[in-house]
């Protein structure tokens, strides 16, 4: 299948520009999978049918209009695994925040490290952005793993920073500079 916009990862992940009539697509792989990913992420709950997937991807795709956000979904082996954004995109002060969330049929495989090191070198090299964020639960010890393996630095933890189920949530800050980017040849 061909895309409009697709990034070569390695020979089996590509990053893909969505359309919207992917919706279906994006919001089934996330509806099969609720359990694991609506354990860090709060927007799980607020996703409960199609149209609510196809609101997302309008609002993410007028950021790419705006220039505040860029949204890809990560393919393995020609199947839809996840997604991964670069938002809240600064231009001003050339930074964003990096956020991702990957299937749990898909995990364990270094897809995640791999689609994030991409984008870096996407926000790095096409947005000359000078700074990455993300920002990752301190109990979610699979993201924070991806962030530092993609050469992130830990700056911080919040204390109580993110409400969900319920609970404050305690949130570790990861940065990366341009300077310290090391692509890959």
């Not at 997302?56 to 082996?77: E, P, Q, R, S, W």
């Not at 938002?87 to 930074?95: L, P, R, S, V």
């Not at 993609?150 to 189920?165: A, M, N, P, R």
Request: charged residues 20%; negative net charge.
């Amino acid at each position: 299948m061909s895309y409009y916009l697709s990034l070569p990862v390695t020979d089996d992940i590509a990053l893909v520009q969505p359309t919207l009539n992917m919706s279906e697509a994006i919001f089934s792989l996330l509806d099969s999978d609720r359990q694991h990913l609506g354990t860090f992420l709060d927007f799980v709950d607020l996703t409960n049918k199609v149209e609510d997937e196809t609101a997302y991807l309008k609002m993410k795709l007028t950021g790419v209009a705006n220039g505040t956000d860029y949204l890809f979904l990560i393919h393995y082996k020609g199947q839809l695994a996840g997604t991964i954004d670069l938002h809240f995109i600064d231009t001003k002060n050339q930074k964003a925040e990096i956020g991702y969330w990957i299937h749990s049929s898909f995990t364990n495989l270094g897809i995640t490290t791999l689609a994030v090191h991409k984008v870096c070198e996407f926000g790095f090299n096409h947005l000359d952005l000078n700074k990455l964020t993300i920002v990752a639960d301190t109990e979610n010890q699979p993201s924070n793993k991806v962030a530092i393996k993609s050469g992130f630095t830990l700056v911080s933890t919040e204390k109580e920073d993110v409400f969900i189920h319920g609970a404050f949530r305690d949130m570790n800050r990861y940065s990366l500079l341009k300077s310290n980017f090391k692509a890959k040849k």
